[in-house]
């Protein structure tokens, strides 16, 4: 089973005017509301793509059962434990003439008996399952929290997939992940460096492999991305079209590689499947079809430079 840990979720209220005034009243065109955060997003779209899994992470107040209904009336099983306080609603504004503005809130405060919970959880894992550690880590949780989850997954015989930004990945690969997934921005902070291009890129992705993790997927935005192996270096071209909407498109990428690697444990076709899932999210306003996935993946060419 893979398990998908959401430790911060949101509701994603987005807003589109079609001019926005500081200090005025101001009348949406439209308006959406979705469940969000980085487990959850993959949680949808292994959903969309035919792919069993089971939501993981903390919940609170009207705004928690609000992700909660949501994520259920897709038929995507959840485990979620609940908490004082309102789970975060995080305001993307949007409109014609601006660029968009994002206000996220904070989130609850969790309990150590609730951290326990989590912890439980993680401990219950056996052999061939799969736990996705994905977003921001709450301030009233311990910083290194992913390092402890995955060295207990890890112990379990689990496979440990990570998708954070921030110098803990690096306390994080040591622990053994079978994936990784910064993009080439957070690779270059990992390491303190500027990383534009894939040949820059190259050289640190390796670095993670000697550190710990298992295999290492680079997003270069429209540039591609890569994927480094103990077997190989590869590099994926993505398919053309209009980027809408970027929010979600790393979470789509992961999703789409482990539902395709679930099936069938091949890392370059469960590789290109996951570069075409991130461009369908892209392309789209909301979260990738399995139709739009299909249609994408024959247009990603991978080839082996390393």
């Known amino acids: 089973m893979i398990y998908t840990c959401t430790l911060n979720p949101s509701v994603d209220h987005i807003v589109h005017v079609k001019e926005f005034e500081l200090g005025s009243i101001n009348r949406m065109s439209f308006d959406a509301k979705y469940p969000g955060g980085k487990g959850i997003n993959v949680s949808r779209v292994l959903k969309r793509l035919g792919v069993e899994s089971e939501a993981l992470g903390f919940i609170g107040g009207f705004t928690g059962r609000f992700i909660d209904d949501v994520i259920k009336s897709e038929g995507i099983s959840t485990n979620f434990i609940e908490v004082n306080g309102d789970s975060r609603i995080n305001m993307k504004l949007t409109s014609d003439s601006t660029t968009e503005t994002e206000i996220n809130g904070q989130g609850p405060a969790i309990t150590d008996q609730q951290f326990s919970q989590l912890v439980n959880q993680v401990e219950s894992l056996k052999s061939g399952d799969i736990l996705v550690l994905a977003g921001s880590i709450p301030s009233s949780l311990p910083s290194n929290l992913y390092t402890q989850l995955s060295k207990i997954a890890v112990s379990r015989g689990a496979k440990v997939v990570v998708d954070i930004s921030g110098k803990v990945l690096l306390d994080i690969v040591e622990q053994g992940p079978f994936f990784i997934k910064p993009n080439h921005h957070e690779l270059g902070e990992l390491f ?62 992961v999703a789409g590689f482990l539902g395709a690697y679930s099936q069938n444990p091949d890392l370059v076709e469960a590789f290109r499947h996951g570069v075409a899932s991130g461009s369908a999210t892209a392309f789209a306003l909301d979260l990738c079809t399995k139709e739009d996935v299909d249609r994408l993946k024959p247009e990603v060419d991978i080839k082996q430079i390393g």
């Open 192 to 253: 303190d460096v500027t990383i534009e291009t894939a040949e820059e890129a190259i050289p640190y992705g390796k670095k993670l492999l000697e550190l710990g993790a298992e295999n290492v997927a680079i997003s270069m935005a429209g540039k591609g991305a890569l994927l480094i192996t103990k077997d190989g270096v590869y590099q994926a071209t993505v398919p053309k079209g209009t980027v809408k909407n970027s929010v979600g498109a790393g979470d789509s990428l």
